[in-house]
């Protein structure tokens, strides 16, 4: 597989709950903080929809046409359930059934590290954008300060496997990006005018993360101490560092 987007893991992993919360959604700040650019577009795409959680009923309210893309067949029959167009993704190639130039915006939330080959769908999805179309992508920051210091004392890498406690070695996550990674895997995709930054919410107590049973210490200052104990400012001031998630708009050249 040249993407490596297995149709049956993915349906048993939006089918298994072990993931995330399908009642989660963001906030109408953090939804525009993240799809700003995209807002007011024609038609967009959203390559890897998943099951929509988070941000899918505000992005296809806020744009005039809006088409889901997954690898799974659970994804997808949820999207025509909701109404929303939808096209596959092939597993083998990373490609969609659509004409190149068929789309002014597209947007890409916490997918490229789940693949073998990230290049072979960035390079997808620059192909069906119009001339000056946007993309918006996230993507988890391996150069974050826990992960940095995880990799430097315990040699190990936040996989983010579905349970932890029943299988630790099936993280989920296989490819890892830093803030010059990232860019130079859309740059190599052929986009331009890449802009890069922070939007989720990291915290310098997750330092304690890399620090084995110290972890519960993150925990318990996410749970419980005000935002300007996060020092959150950091992660726009240096998100290379300080940021949990990166994320990219990226044009196409016109």
């Known amino acids: ?19 995330g919360n399908p009642a989660w959604e963001w906030d109408d700040k953090l939804f525009r903080r ?4 995209l807002l007011g577009k024609e038609r967009v795409l959203d390559y890897g929809c998943g099951l929509g959680w988070g941000y899918q009923r505000r992005l296809a309210g ?3 046409s809006y088409v ?4 799974a067949t659970v994804a997808l029959a949820d999207a025509k359930r909701k109404g929303y167009q939808s096209l596959q993704i092939d597993a083998n190639t990373g490609t969609v059934d659509s004409a190149d130039g068929a789309f002014d915006g597209a947007s890409c939330i916490e997918v490229l ?3 073998f080959d990230p290049l072979q769908s960035a390079r997808e999805i620059h192909r069906v954008l119009k001339p000056g179309g946007v993309l918006v992508a996230t993507v988890p920051n391996f150069g974050y300060h826990a992960w940095r210091l995880l990799a430097l004392l315990r040699a190990q890498v936040p996989s983010e496997p ?3 406690n029943k299988n630790r070695y099936n993280g989920v996550h296989i490819r890892y990006f830093s803030k010059l990674m990232f860019r130079r895997l859309l740059r190599d995709a052929g986009f331009v005018n890449i802009s890069i930054g922070s939007f989720d919410n990291g915290s310098v107590w997750d330092i304690f993360l890399a620090a084995g049973h110290f972890g519960l210490i993150s925990q318990f ?10 020092l959150r400012f950091l992660q726009d ?3 290379n560092v300080f940021a949990y998630r990166l994320r990219a708009v990226a044009r196409k050249a016109t």
Not at 68 to 71: K, R
């Open 34 to 37: 993240v799809h700003g650019p």
């Open 1 to 19: 597989m040249l993407c490596g987007m297995n149709i049956q893991f993915y349906d048993r992993y939006w089918t298994g709950g072990a993931h």
């Open 162 to 164: 579905e349970d932890k």
């Open 68 to 71: 889901a893309a997954d690898v």
């Open 113 to 115: 590290e789940h693949l």
């Open 237 to 239: 001031l240096w998100p």
């Open 62 to 64: 806020a744009v005039g």
């Open 221 to 230: 200052a996410r749970d419980h101490f005000p935002g300007p104990l996060h």
